[in-house]
């Protein structure tokens, strides 16, 4: 009784469901990974069926059957995965209600390329067991031992190849099966086996189709002209790609004023990568260049406390230390427990050099919790990227977390902890919900009154104070914020109404009974609308629609904040009205980020750009509305350093351009593109807004009597004051405008 056909394919079936998990990680998110599993069960329930019904008659043909199979699962497995990697599946389409059905036929096709495989596979061992059915502890033991000897071979083997050429190695053992069938069969079962292995080996190595979909962060970087891979880090834990090309920035929410408050924007450097998510920039060699940190959303807490004592979770590859001590802090405890950036930081990754040695600066691999319990700190830094940095992460968010924080804290010290409101502003509401929770644990009975919120258009930084805010810091909060064009959303005995006149940057609530987002005529601040009453634990309307309970340690499910009963009111389904993508702040307009020179009580207020959006790439969390078309991961410097902002309301069209390079999803990857400015961020519009130049076209119009493109009287009238302002700037004003363009 020879086993060891049994024990390869074995080895191999696990490992192929294995190796295509993998890939669906890479390609396209690990999620529908859990597919694989679905169809490996319907294979091999499907191959248990067809024998119990047909028993007698494979059991006259098995040893036959054992000869063949070896060559049709090599064929199988070579096909089946490159089909899968050809499929046009667009996991963000099936998320959309107006395009998810025809991707229900990408779906049927996994299933048609990969059940032929897990068929045969079950049959294979199914057979095993029919013909020895007098040893069956045997036969199973050989099953087992097999299978756990292909996920143990798998895993190495990801350390040594890349994710996409697992199916390669696979193949081997499948072949390797087909020598110790019967004698009788043996030459020409062998025959059968090679010739599949080198056919399915050419196909793989010289046309595997798998590769990043367009949806994945790193695709835009990848596909621009003289990209390249600097380093590669191939792992069980992911595969690293650090990337050297021209769109590479930091990843941080700087000011729009950045220009005018005479502050660099942020330098150039290496992207690095895990599955295709970028999770870090990491330096150049040479100096590390911080110049920016003043104009950065997470300065204020440096602001508040000169020559702090900071424990910093997430170095951002060592941008957010030097940051840091350039802000003026005396010492800085660094947690990075992502290993593959701890050890960027310790010696180095590829031509990225590794954190510079400083007596005030000390790199550990804990987590917040455990670090804590170190020393006393003035200010606890959350990085913005750290909670994406690795899955474990999420913990430093819980409620217990942030009641550790508050109690190692030095008397006066800040947490400071960020939010990303790129998708939905509830984050933010959960997030104070949480920290609600975590203070009424410390003993303190009032939270609202030690919480300070303030946002950008994007991201959200929550402050903390075990001590309560005094008047002098609230006035330091409030200052910086306008300098900056931030926006305070929160602190205590705050006048909410009073301050929406003064919001920079819109920021409209989201509606599941409409399914839309809600705009009011003026500026919005859905997180100012609720702050308090999330933080003093009073119901709230967003509480109706989504889930605001508390992160915690037993429950530490940040983006699960959607409501499965108001899934069918999802904001951007067509049925209910919805268009722009739920919860995503409309940009600077009028009270939204820019303030008009010409306006009444804001002489010669600072006009911020709202083209400068230095952003990191975008994870995947909610559902994108019908019309925002496949999201966007980052915005895209050029090499001439003007920013290529990819947002809705942004396109790139072939053109003469060619340096741009930037291809959006769904556009052929060849050919030149050229970039169409967002409205209100021409060359000639320094501070340009939402109102832009195709509205001010349309005052020109309407001035001249054109009711084709009239405008109501409000924003008629705000429209010419924005244009008295750009001109008093010496800015040029479009005059004229095309009949039904805008």
Same mark, same amino acid.
């Given at each position: 009784m020879n086993l060891l056909p049994l024990f390869? &394919?074995?080895?191999?079936?696990?490992? !192929?469901?294995t190796a295509l998990t993998r890939y669906f990680a890479v390609a396209k998110w690990s999620e529908y990974g859990y597919w694989v599993i679905s169809i490996v069960m319907v294979g091999f329930a499907l191959s248990g069926v067809v024998l119990a019904l047909f028993r007698d008659a494979f059991a006259r043909r098995t040893e036959g059957l054992l000869a063949a199979l070896p060559a049709a699962l090599v064929v199988t497995a070579a096909a089946g995965f490159w089909c899968t990697a050809a499929n046009p599946f667009n996991p963000l389409q099936l998320q959309n209600l107006a395009t998810w059905q025809p991707q229900l036929w990408n779906i049927a096709g996994y299933y048609a390329a990969l059940l032929p495989f897990f068929f045969l596979a079950g049959l294979f061992i199914s057979l095993n067991f029919v013909l020895h059915a007098h040893r069956i502890g045997v036969v199973y033991g050989a099953d087992l031992t097999g299978a756990g000897a292909g996920a143990a071979s798998v895993l190495l083997a990801m350390y040594l190849v890349d994710a996409f050429d697992l199916v390669s190695l696979l193949l081997l053992p499948l072949a390797a099966a087909a020598p110790f069938c019967a004698p009788r069969w043996r030459i020409k079962a062998t025959a059968a086996a090679v010739l599949a292995l080198l056919g399915g080996e050419a196909v793989l190595l010289h046309d595997n189709p798998a590769s990043f979909n367009d949806f994945k962060a790193i695709y835009a970087p990848l596909h621009t002209p003289d990209a390249r891979v600097a380093a590669h880090v191939r792992s069980p834990r992911g595969d690293y790609l650090l990337l050297d090309d021209f769109t590479e920035r930091v990843d941080t929410d700087i000011s729009n004023?950045?220009?005018?408050?005479?502050?660099?924007?942020?330098?150039?450097?290496?992207?690095? !990568?895990?599955?295709?998510?970028?999770?870090?920039?990491?330096?150049?060699?040479?100096?590390?260049?911080?110049? !920016?940190?003043?104009?950065?959303?997470?300065?204020?807490?440096?602001?508040?406390?000169?020559?702090?004592?900071?424990l910093l979770a997430g170095a951002s590859g060592g941008f957010r230390v030097a940051e840091a001590r350039a802000l003026g802090a005396i010492k800085v405890e660094v947690l990075e427990p992502e290993p593959v950036l701890n050890a960027a930081l310790r010696s180095g990754l590829g031509p990225s050099p590794p954190l510079p040695p400083e007596p005030a600066v000390a790199l550990a691999h804990e987590a917040p919790v455990a670090a804590t319990r170190h020393g006393v700190y003035d200010i606890l830094d959350i990085s913005a990227d750290f909670l994406d940095g690795a899955e474990t992460n999420v913990s430093a968010f819980s409620?217990?977390?942030?009641?550790? !924080?508050?109690?190692?804290?030095?008397?006066?010290?800040? &947490? $400071?902890?960020?939010?990303s409101i790129r998708d939905f502003p509830v984050y933010a509401l959960r997030m104070l919900a949480t920290v609600r929770s975590a203070l009424l644990d410390t003993g303190i009975a009032n939270p609202a009154e030690h919480v300070v919120v303030y946002r950008s258009a994007w991201s959200v930084r929550i402050l903390v104070a075990r001590d309560g805010w005094s008047p002098a810091q609230i006035a330091t909060v409030r200052k910086f914020c306008d300098d900056r064009s931030f926006d305070v959303s929160w602190y205590p005995?705050?006048? &909410?109404?009073?301050?929406?006149?003064?919001?920079?940057?819109?920021?409209?609530?989201? $509606?599941?009974?409409?399914?839309? &987002?809600?705009?009011?005529?003026?500026?919005?601040?859905?997180?100012?609308?609720?702050?308090?009453?999330?933080?003093?634990?009073?119901?709230?309307?967003?509480?109706?629609?989504?889930?605001?309970?508390?992160?915690?340690?037993?429950?530490?499910?940040?983006?699960?904040?959607?409501?499965?009963?108001?899934?069918?009111?999802?904001?951007?389904?067509?049925?209910?009205?919805?268009?722009?993508?739920?919860?995503?702040?409309?940009?600077?307009?009028?009270?939204?980020?820019?303030?008009?020179?010409?306006?009444?009580?804001?002489?010669?207020?600072?006009?911020?750009?709202?083209?400068?959006?230095?952003?990191?790439?975008?994870?995947?969390?909610?559902?994108?509305?019908?019309?925002?078309?496949?999201?966007?991961?980052?915005?895209?410097?050029?090499?001439?350093?003007?920013?290529?902002?990819?947002?809705?309301?942004?396109?790139?069209?072939?053109?003469?351009?060619r340096h741009a390079g930037v291809f959006r999803p769904g556009q052929p990857a060849l050919g030149p593109l050229r970039r169409r400015p967002a409205r209100g961020c021409g060359p000639d519009l320094p501070g340009g807004d939402r109102l832009g130049r195709g509205l001010l076209r349309r005052v020109a119009a309407a001035d001249r009597g054109d009711p084709g493109l009239a405008l109501d009287g409000a924003r008629r009238d705000a429209a010419r004051r924005h244009r008295a302002g750009l001109a008093g700037l010496g800015a040029a004003v479009p005059a004229g405008a095309e009949p039904g363009r805008r």
């Open positions: 390869l &394919v074995s080895l191999a079936a696990v490992g !192929y469901e004023n950045a220009g005018m408050l005479g502050i660099a924007g942020p330098p150039e450097t290496f992207g690095l !990568y895990r599955d295709g998510n970028r999770i870090a920039a990491l330096p150049k060699p040479g100096p590390v260049d911080v110049r !920016y940190a003043g104009a950065a959303l997470d300065a204020l807490p440096y602001s508040l406390i000169p020559h702090a004592r900071v409620a217990e977390a942030i009641g550790l !924080y508050v109690r190692q804290m030095a008397p006066g010290g800040i &947490v $400071s902890i960020p939010v005995h705050m006048d &909410v109404h009073a301050a929406r006149a003064g919001i920079y940057n819109d920021l409209p609530a989201v $509606s599941f009974e409409k399914g839309e &987002v809600q705009s009011a005529d003026g500026p919005d601040d859905a997180i100012a609308d609720e702050a308090e009453a999330v933080l003093t634990g009073l119901p709230t309307q967003s509480a109706t629609s989504f889930n605001l309970s508390p992160i915690t340690l037993d429950r530490p499910f940040f983006y699960a904040v959607l409501r499965l009963d108001q899934l069918s009111e999802t904001p951007g389904n067509p049925a209910a009205g919805g268009g722009r993508r739920a919860g995503q702040p409309r940009g600077p307009g009028p009270g939204r980020g820019h303030r008009d020179p010409g306006a009444a009580g804001a002489p010669g207020r600072a006009t911020p750009d709202p083209c400068r959006r230095w952003r990191p790439a975008a994870r995947r969390r909610l559902l994108p509305g019908p019309g925002a078309g496949v999201p966007v991961h980052r915005d895209l410097p050029d090499r001439a350093g003007e920013l290529l902002a990819q947002r809705p309301d942004q396109r790139f069209r072939p053109g003469a351009d």
